[in-house]
């Protein structure tokens, strides 16, 4: 059994830091997946406008609705202040895809009591339950 089941049958609504319009990246391959299983994904992209369907917002801060779990598609030296965006916004976890590695983020969200993944592709994790 998947050591992320629990994680993510406890998770409706996945806010994506990163998520290209673009169908070739990997972004969009998991977001789209992780619709189809029935999450609600809400893509945070400055510079869209929608994405799968759904509404793009420039920053975590810029939703104004509650976020379950924060999924990060970006470089690991943003992943600190993407950290303190979800601990803002009251996200219970915080997931960096397969790659992207930050201790400093993982510090954070693990003293602000967050659950964390790191470098593990959420899509792939999901397809193992």
Not at 23 to 33: D, I, L
Not at 64 to 82: G, Q, S, T, W, Y
Request: aromatic share 6%; proline share 6%.
């Amino acid at each position: 059994m998947s050591p992320f089941k629990s994680l993510l049958n406890n998770t409706q609504v996945i806010a994506i830091v990163g998520l290209s319009n673009n169908p070739e990246k990997a972004s969009f391959r998991v977001a789209e997946f992780m619709q189809r299983r029935g999450y609600t994904i809400v893509p945070v992209n400055p510079n869209e406008v929608n994405i799968l369907g759904e509404k793009c917002y420039p920053s975590l801060e810029a939703i104004p609705h509650p976020i379950d779990m924060v999924n990060v598609f970006r470089p690991a030296k943003d992943c600190l202040e993407i950290a303190h965006s979800t601990v803002t916004i009251n996200a219970k976890s915080l997931w960096l895809q397969l790659g992207i590695v930050s201790e400093e983020a993982q510090d954070l969200a693990t003293h602000a009591g967050l659950d964390f993944v790191m470098d593990h592709c959420l899509k792939i994790e999901c397809q193992s339950f």
